[in-house]
Structures are given as C-alpha cells and as structure tokens.
C-alpha cells in the first residue's frame, strides 16, 4: 500500500485542498482529506493521469525536419512514407520508447496508438505479423505508461486506388486478413486492443462494416482536408460521415479524429449517435488543417478527447488550452469551455477503452499528475485556472498505476532527450 497527499487536486466534484489518495495494487483504494503523515507528498494541484487519445508513435522523428520549404500535408506525408521505411520492429521499438518516455514526462499516463506500421517495407511479412504492433506496446510498458493499440485497416491508396509501394506496409491487402491478424493481439494488463479505420479514403465502402463490427474502441480519421471530402462526394456522393453512417459505423464506440471540416449534418449524425470526436489542436495547426467545430459537436452530443497525433508538441495542457482558443478565434468570444470541460477532455479515456481511468476516485487505476503551481508560468495562477496557465515543463511527478514513473521532472529511464536523439539518429 502507499499514500500520497496533494496540496491540491482536482476531484470529479472539483478542486479540493489537502487530499490523500490510498493505493493498494495499483489502485486508488480511498480519497480522503487530510494532513500528509507520511504519505509521499505531491506539489502543486495533482490531476488524473492525461489521456493522448491520438498518437502515430513514429512520427515524433519527423519533429523540426518538415519545415524548410513550407509545403502542404501531402508534402509533409511524403516525408513521413520516407521515415516509414526506415523502420523495422528494433528501430520502432526504441523510437517509440523514447517518444513515450516524452510523453509521460508530460502527463500522459495512457496513449491511444493509430497503429498502421503493420508489415516490413514493400509489404513483406515478419515471421510475427505482428511485430511492429509487440514492438509498440513494449515500448509503452518499457517507459511506464499505458497504452491502447489501435490497429489499423489500410487497403487502399485512395478511394478505388490501390496502395502504392511506399503504403504496401501499412496494407493486410483485404478486411479479412486484417482481422485474421488483430485477432492474434492480446491485451495485457497495461495494455488493451482497439481498431482504427484509416479513413474513407483508405478502407473501402464493403470493409467498413467489419472494422467498425471491432469489439471494442474503434478510430478512424475523419474529414482533416477538403481534399478527402471532395474526393468522397465525387465517388459516393456523400461526405465521409455520411459513408460511415450509411455504413453503420457511428456510435459511441467510434472514435472520429480530426473532424475538421465538417458540414451541419455531419456534425448532427455525430452528435445525436454519441460518437466520439478526438481533436488534435497543434497537429491541425502545423499541418494548416484548419480549426473544428468542437463547441459544436460537443453541444450535439459528441464526447470530446485530445491528442498530439504527429507530436510536433507533446503537451496535454497546451492540447487543451489549443481547444478553447481555437473556438475563441472562429468565434470571437471567450470562454467557450471552462477550464473544467478542457480538464474532462484532457484526461477522457473512454474513448481508449479504459473508461475506469481519468479520474482521482475510490476504484480508479492510482495514475496522477502533480503540475506545479510555482513556476515562472504558473505562479499566482488559481489551481482551478492552472489548465490555462501550465504547460507540460510544470509537471514535475506522474504516477502510473501507483508506481513513480516521473520525479522533479525526471523519467525512471533518465535522459529522454537523449534516448530520443539517438532514435531519431
């Protein structure tokens, strides 16, 4: 058993001061208020573990590498097929590592992981199929979070194209054999299994149904460029949303990410279904992707999580604060979310499949985030406003499962700058 005490923490009925938080096998047994004894003490206001609905693991290589010429998404994916092959399952594992070990040196005590890095390149098989998915969840386990693998359906290049040379390691080459080798993964205990429909672009119209049939969280990208919407209606004439619809693909169950560029209807068929919408604000900033009607899906009903995607910033708080300031830019008025709702979509981990987590409370996993209240950032900041004053360079302790994995801000694995500069080399 251990005990830790905060001098704030943010319960599901708010900020409280003064809590100690019981953990008995990784759970969170009592939350009491109460002096400290000889409970570990955490600094500053401590917040359920952040949850990144939303993370492609490899692409952290191409931070600070995509910039030079400006360019556009499709530049910036051709970059990215490049980083992609040189990957196998040994490389992957030590990028993703360090890439994990940054974000839980952030907050983040659980990645949702958009897996599609399935085979070797030209779309060779590894003796296990599933390697590079066993290379990404060791990986999660080795720097102490944990994670969702979100397996990926990849079949096509385009909507009736076939899959190009550099794609043929992402493709199963039909649903079938896709779901032959998911059903081969098995959860762990700091570890579960999702499926993910790349896009409309990627996953023909007869494969839907299947993917979307997973039985557990399920994600797909949706509508992140005009492009794919226009190249959608020419085909089927119908928005991505409405194929996923008429594919019965929409429910709470589903995950949509991005939902940049949606129509009313869209976001009307999301919301009154329950679907899910995961917002990646820094990644939809520095791809130029445009800014989502997130206020808008959430008032239709739609559960809002976050991600960092790309990882051009691994910052949950700033993910956050991205969230209420891109509704102040496409509105004009402030104050669109509170700082409660950022924190509810900042530590959302239904959407993951661990609805037990992401919060402080008897029965949840023992995973906190201790943000300090006495940086040059947040000092004089009410612990109820950190959310919008805080950045991940505040957190300084983050527990996961009752274990310590960050201490004064550094990771059990020591230098993450290190390890990520020799993965990234």
Same mark, same amino acid.
């Given at each position: 058993?251990?005990?830790? /005490? ?33 409970? #570990? ?18 692409? *952290? ?13 499709? #530049? ?44 070797? %390149? ?18 999660? *386990? ?35 054999? /896709? ?58 004439? *119908? ?15 589903? #995950? ?36 989502? %009607? ?8 739609? %559960? ?60 949840? %996993? ?40 960050? *201490? ?18």
């Amino acid at each position: 058993m251990t005990a830790y /005490w905060c001098a704030s923490a943010w319960l599901p009925d708010g900020v409280a001061t003064g809590v100690l938080v019981d953990v008995a096998d990784g759970v969170i047994t009592s939350v009491t208020l109460s002096d400290p004894g000889d409970a #570990t003490v955490l600094p500053g206001i401590v917040f359920a573990g952040f949850a990144n609905a939303h993370s492609h693991a490899f692409h *952290r290589g191409l931070r600070g590498r995509t910039h030079g010429d400006g360019g556009t998404f499709w #530049t910036w994916r051709d970059r990215m097929y490049d980083l992609a092959d040189r990957l196998d399952p040994d490389s992957y594992y030590l990028l993703a590592r360090a890439a994990y070990a940054e974000m839980a040196l952030s907050g983040i005590t659980c990645v949702g992981e958009f897996h599609y890095l399935h085979h070797a %390149p030209g779309g060779t098989r590894y003796d296990d199929q599933n390697a590079m998915g066993h290379a990404v969840i060791q990986a999660a *386990r080795d720097a102490g979070i944990r994670i969702t693998l979100l397996d990926t359906c990849y079949l096509a290049g385009g909507i009736g194209k076939p899959v190009s040379q550099q794609q043929q390691r992402f493709s199963d080459g039909d649903v079938l054999s /896709w779901a032959a080798r998911v059903a081969d993964l098995s959860p762990g205990p700091d570890s579960r299994i999702g499926a993910a429909i790349h896009s409309v672009r990627a996953v023909p119209l007869d494969a839907l149904p299947v993917v979307a049939g997973f039985g557990g969280p399920v994600h797909v990208h949706l509508s992140e460029q005009p492009a794919e919407n226009e190249a959608c209606l020419a085909a089927y004439g *119908r928005t991505p949303t409405q194929v996923l619809a008429d594919a019965g693909a929409l429910g709470p169950r589903l #995950t949509a990410v991005h939902a940049t560029h949606l129509t009313a209807d869209d976001i009307h068929l999301l919301g009154t279904s329950g679907t899910g919408a995961c917002f990646c604000p820094t990644t939809e900033a520095d791809l130029a992707d445009g800014i989502g %009607p997130a206020r808008a899906l959430a008032d239709a009903g739609s %559960p809002l999580s976050l991600g960092s995607d790309q990882h051009a910033v691994v910052d949950m708080l700033l993910e956050a604060r991205a969230l209420e300031h891109g509704e102040r830019l496409r509105t004009g008025h402030r104050g669109r979310f509170t700082p409660a709702d950022l924190v509810t979509a900042m530590t959302a981990h239904t959407s993951i499949g661990w609805p037990e987590a992401g919060r402080i409370a008897v029965g949840a %996993p023992a995973d906190l985030v201790a943000v300090r209240l006495d940086s040059a950032r947040t000092a004089g900041s009410l612990p109820e406003q950190a959310v919008l004053a805080a950045t991940a360079s505040d957190v300084d302790t983050v527990v996961v499962g009752g274990r310590v994995v960050v *201490r004064s801000g550094e990771h059990v694995l020591g230098d993450v700058g290190r390890l990520l500069a020799e993965a990234i080399g």
